[in-house]
Every structure is written in structure tokens, then in C-alpha cells.
Nanobody, 115 residues
Framework: QVQLVESGGGLVQPGGSLRLSCAVS????????MGWYRQAPGKQRELVAS????????NYTDSVKGRFTISRDNAKKTVYLQMNNLKPEDTAVYYC????????WGQGTQVTVSS
């Protein structure tokens, strides 16, 4: 019943930008914190950005601070990740999920940063 559908990934050159979207089917989406995670080949999944239910609080891992912005539209039940000044090391599959009581991981959306 609960669904998380990521989209917006693609191939981009270093320094470019992408905006990822995550459509969430969840009755209580507006009061649940959300996070964007990524997993690069051969590496563990890591949390890169998070946002509280009312978007009062946001947090970012050091490697993306100043470049990525997480936001949400509770009316649309969607969370976004604006990624600017992308670097090759940002290449990964990006996933969204609830911060607490996470859902099973979906297929994510591939982000490839390469010249």
C-alpha cells in the first residue's frame, strides 16, 4: 500500500544540476521525516539529506552541504532533492525513504556525473 517512487535522475556533466523527485503514497506523509539516500557501486548506502515533516529542520552530510537542497510539498506528497554543482563522486543510485520506520528500498533513480 505504501509506495515510494523516485524519478529525475540522469546523466549530467560535472558542475551541472538535477532535481530528483520522490512521490510518496502515505496517509501521514505530512508528519513524517524524509531522507534522500544514495549508494555508489561498491559502497554502502548513505543518508545525504533529510527533512522534517513540516520542513522546519533539514540536515545534510558534509560532502553535499552547499550544493544540495532538500524540500517537500506535503500537498503533493512529494519530496525533492535539488542537486547543484554535481561532481563525479555524486554518481550513485538515489533513494528516498522515511527516516523512522523505513519502507523497503525501491529501485531508486540513477544519477551519473561524467564528462
Amino acid at each position: 500500500q505504501v509506495q515510494l517512487v523516485e524519478s529525475g535522475g540522469g546523466l549530467v556533466q560535472p558542475g551541472g544540476s538535477l532535481r530528483l523527485s520522490c512521490a510518496v503514497s502515505e496517509t501521514f506523509f505530512g508528519i513524517r521525516g524524509m531522507g534522500w539516500y544514495r549508494q555508489a557501486p561498491g559502497k554502502q548506502r548513505e543518508l545525504v539529506a533529510s527533512i522534517s515533516g513540516a520542513a522546519v529542520f533539514t540536515n545534510y552530510t558534509d560532502s553535499v552541504k552547499g550544493r544540495f537542497t532538500i524540500s517537500r510539498d506535503n500537498a503533493k506528497k512529494t519530496v525533492y532533492l535539488q542537486m547543484n554543482n554535481l561532481k563525479p563522486e555524486d554518481t550513485a543510485v538515489y533513494y528516498c525513504n522515511f527516516l523512522r520506520n523505513s519502507h523497503s528500498w525501491g529501485q531508486g533513480t540513477q544519477v551519473t556525473v561524467s564528462s
